[in-house]
């Protein structure tokens, strides 16, 4: 199983960067998919999440309005796209898989990959 999550940069307040996510090694179309953050020192944190297949979505508090989750099966890939950023949006931000009846909720999440660096100048 890999996740590669890519598309971090530096990027000052109030602009956009959109995140991907390449899944391979296991059916990506059975599972749920998730982006996380964490900032050093502190608890991994919910962002978003997307159904495997119907299209529901859902967002940590923080970001709604401002991030959208997307994802093309056919492509394996999972995407976040996000405007309106802000500095304490500055974060390693990772992809993983559910197949946890709480998907939306954040839970059941696994096989974490690499991380990309998102940061926010003020």
């Known amino acids: 199983v890999q996740l590669q999550a890519s598309g971090g940069g530096l990027v000052q307040a109030g602009g956009s960067l959109g995140l991907s996510c390449t899944a391979s090694g296991f059916n990506f179309g059975n599972y749920h998919m998730g982006w996380f953050r964490r900032v050093p020192g502190k608890e991994r944190e919910f962002v978003a999440a997307i159904h495997r297949s119907d299209g529901s979505k859902s967002y940590a508090d923080s970001v709604k309005g401002r991030f959208t989750i997307s994802r093309a099966n056919t492509k394996n890939t999972v995407y976040l796209q996000m405007n309106g950023l802000k500095f304490e949006d500055t974060a390693i931000y990772y992809c993983?898989?559910?197949?946890?009846?709480?998907?939306?909720?954040?839970?059941?999440?696994?096989?974490w990959g690499q991380g990309t660096l998102v940061t926010v100048s003020s």
């Open positions: 993983a898989r559910s197949r946890n009846g709480n998907w939306h909720m954040g839970v059941g999440y696994d096989d």
